[in-house]
């Protein structure tokens, strides 16, 4: 039997879920969990990427104690965040977390040198704040880029710490706005024209390929050897090649962010979709999600924040469902993106001086709103209707937004797997490993393997 692990690292927690193939059937078990969130230093918003390798090694021996022993390790992460090493392949200085608001004037800056018009027909990624690009332009600017010997994706990095390899994956490549959306390479012009340094842009890597054995003395402590491979280190890029879609139709990864989208072939880097912001991330094969991205369960879990006490998302959920609410919001407007209040922040966009209940109900609404706003949008940019969604990932268990979505929409929704990013970045592993022949195969093995339901 042949064992691996995924390593899935969202914004606000991680797990290790160790998966093998029996019968035909993906089994899976989770054997480590842990926290994660931002922290606050010296006025900016960072990642403890320590104590975040701390936790990829304590899952790895958890997968021991518990009596697997994983001849294959796969990381993924959120997008756009990266680490920058010196010439001693040591940190420089922190590794900033998107809701950081330190590309706030930044952007503009950049545009003067290269308009995001631009930007977009060459890369057909679309803008917000806290893209790579802008990121890495604000390090240049501070002088912190002048010092980098390396750059590298925080799943990159962390598979840097574990086999002193430094590869750079092709999903959460294309997620900087670096990459060209026709060579699928760096688009060195780009890079140019904003004055960082070449050096930091090697050849990139598609999901699949092998990373390299982990180090001995990691071996060592973890009690057996393992080969890193590189699954669809972009956790939306793992969460999208979980959904159990049979032809072209619409997905939307629901968590922290809600990513609609479909999978295509090429990129759409015309006018309407740039209208739009639509973005074109990578996916296996050198394929593209072109996809939006919609705020997502963020506005949920922040008021759970706020309120505190012993309220779950259940009981949050009910108490919209028992409120009528003809008020909605713009969800991604830049207001709700890292607000020192949500529930401030939702009643100023409503103009309403609005209890928890119908707060909650503003953010169903106004979510499912959305989803419908933006699927007519994919629908008229492709020409296409589709008569299905796909919802994955853990928001895929809230009865409530499926049921508006499915009513906004007018589709037909289908839900599930829930553990979509963790089963996503095992099937690419399997594929690599030459034990899975193609994604084809393992989509047909995930729909035989999971709970799928269907409103």
């Known amino acids: 039997m042949t064992y691996y692990i995924a390593i899935d690292i969202g914004a606000s927690s991680g797990r290790h879920m160790v998966g093998w193939l029996e019968d035909g059937l993906l089994k899976t078990e989770e054997v480590y969990r ?54 001693e392949n040591r940190l420089i200085s922190e590794v900033y ?36 690009i802008y990121q890495l332009y604000a390090d240049k600017i501070g002088g912190k880029a002048a010092k980098a010997e390396s750059y590298l994706m925080l799943p990159d990095y962390l598979n840097f710490l574990l086999t002193g390899v430094k590869r750079q994956e092709y999903t959460n490549a294309t997620s900087t706005g670096l990459v060209n959306a026709q060579t699928r390479s760096w688009d060195r012009e780009v890079i140019a024209a904003l004055g960082l340094d070449d050096k930091l842009f090697k050849e990139i890597s598609q999901p699949g390929a092998t990373e390299g054995e982990i180090k001995k003395e990691i071996a060592a402590e973890i009690g057996y050897t393992a080969t890193v491979m590189l699954p669809a280190t972009h956790d939306t890029a793992s969460a999208v090649l979980a959904a159990p879609l049979d032809s072209e139709s619409p997905y939307i990864s629901s968590g922290t962010w809600s990513l609609l989208g ?31 991205n919609i705020m997502g ?37 830049r207001m709700f993106l890292s607000p020192k209040s949500m529930t401030a922040a939702i009643k100023k966009a409503a103009a309403a001086n609005i209890g928890t209940a119908s707060i909650m109900r503003v953010i169903y609404d106004s979510l499912a709103k959305s ?20 919802i994955i990932g853990g928001g895929s268990r809230d009865a409530l937004l499926n049921e508006l979505t499915s009513q906004a929409t007018g589709k037909r929704v289908i839900t599930g797997p829930v553990e979509a990013t963790a089963t996503g970045n095992l099937i690419v592993q399997m594929i690599g490993a030459g034990e899975i022949e193609n994604l084809a195969a393992a989509r047909k093995i995930i729909k035989k393997s999971f709970e799928v339901n269907e409103i």
């Open 297 to 333: 369960l963020w506005m949920i879990q922040s008021v759970k924040r706020e309120i505190g006490g012993n309220l779950t998302f259940a009981s949050l959920a009910e108490m919209a469902r028992c409120k009528e609410s003809k008020i909605t919001v713009d969800v991604n407007d």
């Open 34 to 87: 842990f926290s994660n969130g931002t922290q606050s230093k010296r006025g900016h918003l960072v990642w403890d990427v320590e104590r975040l390798y701390a936790e990829v090694i304590a899952g790895l021996k958890a997968a021991k104690e518990k009596g697997y022993t994983p001849s294959y390790i796969g990381i993924d992460t959120w997008a756009v965040d990266y680490a920058l090493l010196d010439k």
């Open 371 to 390: 989803y419908a706003e933006a699927l007519a949008e994919l629908e008229r940019n492709t020409g296409k209707r589709y008569e299905t969604l796909n």
């Open 262 to 292: 479909i999978e295509q072939a090429y990129a759409h880097t015309d006018e309407c979709s740039l209208k739009a912001n639509y973005s074109n991330e990578g996916s296996v094969n050198g394929g593209f999600r072109y996809q939006k």
């Open 97 to 132: 977390a998107y809701r950081d608001n330190r590309t706030e004037k930044i952007t503009d800056r950049l545009h003067k040198i290269v308009s995001f018009n631009e930007l977009y027909a060459r890369t057909g990624i679309q803008f917000q704040p806290f893209n790579t």
